[in-house]
């Protein structure tokens, strides 16, 4: 036995010391977050995350991206702000804390004295107050290690000040009380149920733990009273306040609370976001709360939705043209070769690393991912490989037109160069922990500049690094116009440089993610594009721009949605298309739109020439399948299996609004008049107000799960259901019949303004491959065997039935004789006919073959 725990021991010891010798491979990018938010913090006019990926971004009011650091191999899992320093403590087994210049961003400590996860943070005094998952809170005086406290036996969620107090709670339940003086424990309580929440208001402390109970603390006489207060459903993540109320987190609603004589009210129910709130922070009237979705939310205190922070560009590119090639490094690993005339792709390759950048060489493609490897491809194919400690993400070439390629990444610049056949990679300069986010050669000097804003020249002769300015906002380009040196920053600023002086200017570019210099001019792209003094927007941020060699006016551009834009004389001439997923349903009432299978929706105009449609806008921000389109007036609204629906400008393609309220697959939505309908899996029935995107009503039906809706009017709606029923809402009265023992995907009606009650007809369809007709009430009056498989649409037009299956048919069903009568086949579909749409305006039935759009006109019924 003696021996066993040896090896125990040894082993735990072995283990510790190997993961103290780790060596992360870090990355690099100015986008937001790319999973879940686990903290914020609110500091004047700053607000602070930290997430999963392993970073702090940096965002103002407005959740514009201010400045990106990564911090932490793994989690970056809390932080704390005072006046003067960022701190992160990072997730085991990168558990440092990491300690920055507040207004530098420069790391200037690395604390290590946890051997476990850092789970809170607290900055009191001239002191740093850190705990974890090694049951442990440490006090750090001038960043060294000042004290340890053992006074948890399981792993310290939260720590916070409170009067003369330190206060810690931990994941057994225990709330320990330790005097600020001698940090002495004063007084403990036990809960039994983890603590995941500690705030002060109105000289009390409140604790929300993990079975949904609220605690209250008070000091009286030197004496703590707890008490509970209120329980919820589930539990209670975050607890903040306004001054005035309490802001509770349960699940992904925001309770507003009450405390007046003691006595806590709950005001008002927000529903905020689909899953999990992380984090809460309230000022200025604004509540902005983060998610397991890598989403930071902002909303008004009475819960009207502001905006949202963007999340990493998980569709975006890279991009390089040089002679008749155009290059695009995608965020999936896909590398793409094009030939720019013909638009046609010539190879591709998939690497295992997201892209960070690109390069087009004579015939080889050079590309730097985000795990640090480097590979030179020539016509598709792995010429030379290698790998580096941390993400590469800036490349230039020599501007000598030699084989050799200038590289940046953390703490150093790299020279790729191919010598009698062979590519060798070295270490040319080094620059402690700074990124260089971009290189530029002018011959003798390199200029590189950095993600804290410094900007170095490097001599090529001894390679020798000289800081030669700072500015508080990462570079994201440097190029040469004229006979200076033009330095682009993040913040939309621009510098040019002389060789002596600078002069800073500030554009209307916010954020800044690339800049280019070509035909004398300068090109900014971000929030938008702005050529010298014109602006193009799109419907998603510019993340990369690319000359086109040997031409004028005309040039790449690269959003944040995949698509890559070939652009002359200002004119959009072409969109290289990043891969989207299989559409899964079309929407064609003026607006001709599409959701798709990987979350994206997108718009498509009719070229009557070509008798095409044509792909206009992608708009991506859903993160699972969209299931519905409808629109409404100069907007376009989607619904998805993410539980959300989104609101777009049809004009600009900018999310502008998000409808929170299902806890399950949005199946289904349509527009009547001034109000949305939404059906979901979850047996809700909800009403929106289209005006002012606020829920009106919302119906509940245990047991059944929503697939398609109809409506005669906003007080009479019909639906269909998994489980075969149809359910009626009738001036707020709901019926439900069971038609089917099969699901009913699709429901639509005869109906049209003069049509008399008794004459109205409900057409339902699904599983079985039989139609159903219904009158109003629901009873059924006839149905008949269309298709020998499933139908997924019927749709009523000009007293004909079209429906749609998955024998890759759709039939046309004349429906003015007694019994419907079949007057025509459209057969030419090689998959199942899962979606289809009728667009009065063009005369056309619209489908898909799960990539592109397929139309047929309505005149052109086969016989």
Known sequence: MKAILFYIGLFSVLFFEMFQNVVFTLDFTL????????????????????????????????????????????????????????????YKPDNMIKVYDKHTMKLLHTLKGHAGSVFSLNFYNTMLISAGSDNTIIIWKDFKLFKSLKIHDGWIRKIVVFGNYLISGDENGRIAFSSLEDFNLKQSFEFGSQVLSLHAFKNVLYSGLSDGSMYRFRIEKNTIRAEKVLSFQSAVQSIVDDGKFLYVSVGGKVIVI??????????????????????????????????????????????????????????????????????????????????????????????????????????????????????????????ASFSNEDAIISCTPDSSGKNVIYLGSRGKILTLENIKGKWTLRTISKISEEWSTSIHDDGEILYFGTNIGNVYMLDKKNYQAKLIKFYPSAVVKIAKISNRIVVFYFDGTYALF?????????????????????????????????????????????????????????????????????????????????????????????????????????????????????????????????????????????????RTIKIWDFKTGKLVNMLIGHSGYVWSILVVGDILVSGGWDGKVILWDLKTFQKLKTYEFPKLSFTDIFALSEEEIYLTTLEGFVVRIYKGQTKKVKISEQTLWSIDSNYVGNLASSKVRIYTAGWDGRVYILDKELKKIGEFRCHNSTIFKVIHFDQKLFTAGTDNLIKVW????????????????????????????????????????????????PK
Request: aromatic share 8%; with cysteine; charged share 20%.
């Open 498 to 642: 002389d060789g002596k002086s600078w002069n800073f200017q500030k554009s209307d570019v916010f954020p800044l993610y690339t800049g280019l210099v070509g035909d004398s001019q300068m090109y900014l792209g971000g929030s938008k594009l702005k050529i010298g003094n014109e602006a193009l927007e799109f419907e998603a941020f510019v993340v990369d721009l690319a000359n086109l060699p040997g031409t004028r006016h005309s040039f790449f551009a690269s959003l944040s949605n995949g698509v890559v834009l070939q652009i002359e004389n200002g004119n959009v001439v072409r969109r290289f298309s990043g891969q989207l997923g299989a559409i899964s349903t079309i929407y064609a009432n003026g607006v001709v739109a599409c959701g798709h299978e990987d979350g994206k929706v997108t718009l498509w105009t009719y070229n009557v020439k070509q008798n095409t449609f044509q792909l206009t806008m992608v708009l991506d921000d859903h993160i699972d399948s969209v299931k519905s389109v409808a629109s409404y007036k100069n907007y376009v609204i989607s619904a998805s299996n993410d």
């Open 258 to 383: 009450s405390d007046e004589r003691n006595i806590l009210k709950t005001v008002k129910d927000l529903d905020i976001s689909v899953s999990e709130i992380t984090a809460l922070q309230i000022t200025d009237n604004m509540i902005f709360a983060s998610n397991r979705e890598g989403e930071i939310l902002k909303y008004s205190t009475d819960g009207k939705y502001i905006k949202k922070a963007p999340k990493h560009f998980l569709s975006s590119a890279k991009i390089h043209a040089n002679k008749d090639t155009l290059v695009v490094g995608r965020e999936d690993g896909t590398i793409e070769s094009y030939n720019v005339f013909s638009g046609l792709m010539r190879w591709n390759y998939k690497n295992d690393g997201s892209l960070r950048c690109i390069l087009a060489l004579n015939e080889s493609v050079i590309v730097g991912d985000a795990l640090g490897k480097l590979l030179v491809l020539r016509n598709g194919k792995v010429e």
């Open 814 to 861: 004349d429906l003015t004789g007694d019994e419907p009568k079949n007057i025509g086949v459209y057969s030419k579909f090689r998959q199942s006919i899962l979606s289809v749409a009728l667009s009065k305006t063009l005369g056309k039935l619209i489908t898909t073959d799960g990539e592109n759009l397929i139309s047929v006109d309505l005149g052109d019924i």
């Open 31 to 90: 986008y937001g977050h790319s999973s879940a938010v686990w903290d914020l913090k609110i500091d004047n006019d700053k607000l602070y995350s930290v997430g999963a990926d392993g970073t702090l971004k940096v965002w103002n009011k407005e959740l514009l991206p201010l400045q990106s650091i990564t911090t932490h191999g793994s989690w970056a899992r809390c932080v704390a702000v005072n006046d003067k320093y960022v701190a992160v403590g990072g």
